[in-house]
């Protein structure tokens, strides 16, 4: 049994959790208050010093940060369906398609959306220089055309077969859907499809 440690409220646990349903795997959850600083106490800190979410539990040992959570649960699955399939003939560029375009939302859009967020959201905890939000819009605003062009041509992120790359993007686009921006035509078709997913985790 897998136990996933999630807050109560949406994080980037959700995408683990769809993770999970896309295959098939058994899991509890174990809800975290974060306003109680649940998080912060010790038996959840030995689970992840860094007290974070997501985590999880899975014969006796503990994953954390929710991209290599999501791969390591796709290696759990025997067909290895979040992935391309190694038998396919074009399995190089597949995968380095998905690695692509997974890399490039990391670097080009997560990193600035969290320090945007920490300024617009959390801006009670830290204080940041005057400025820094601009240049985080301003390098949000670049990459997010390169992003929603990979859409223009194919159902998914990364091709025409849903991966998990989809799931780190569902995430990433409604991240700035929820800071304000106006995402294009083709990203919005895009979240409305895969919301209508199965296995979408609707809550």
Request: with cysteine; net charge negative; charged share 25%.
């Amino acid at each position: 049994m897998i136990t996933l440690y999630k807050y109560t409220h949406p994080s980037r646990a959700e995408t683990v959790v769809w993770a999970l349903k896309e295959l098939g795997l058994d899991y509890e959850i174990k809800e975290l208050d974060g306003k109680k600083g649940d998080q912060r106490k010790p038996e959840f800190l030995a689970i992840n010093p860094f007290g974070k979410i997501p985590a999880i539990t899975h014969n006796g040992k503990h994953f954390t940060e929710s991209l290599a959570i999501i791969e390591y649960l796709n290696d759990l699955h025997p067909d290895k369906s979040l992935t391309p399939s190694q038998d396919d003939e074009n399995y190089a560029e597949k995968n380095y398609k998905l690695r692509q375009v997974i890399s490039f939302g990391m670097i080009e859009i997560e990193s600035y959306l969290w320090i945007l967020t920490k300024i617009k959201v959390l801006e009670n905890y830290e204080s940041w220089p005057e400025g820094v939000d601009k240049n985080c819009l301003s390098c949000i605003q670049n990459a997010l055309p390169i992003a929603s062009s990979w859409l223009e041509s194919q159902e998914y992120i990364a091709g025409d077969s849903f991966t998990l790359a989809d799931i780190y993007y569902h995430h990433l686009f409604s991240w700035l859907k929820m800071l304000g921006f106006d995402l294009p035509e083709q990203v919005k078709i895009y979240l409305k499809r895969l919301s209508n997913r199965d296995n979408f985790p609707k809550k």
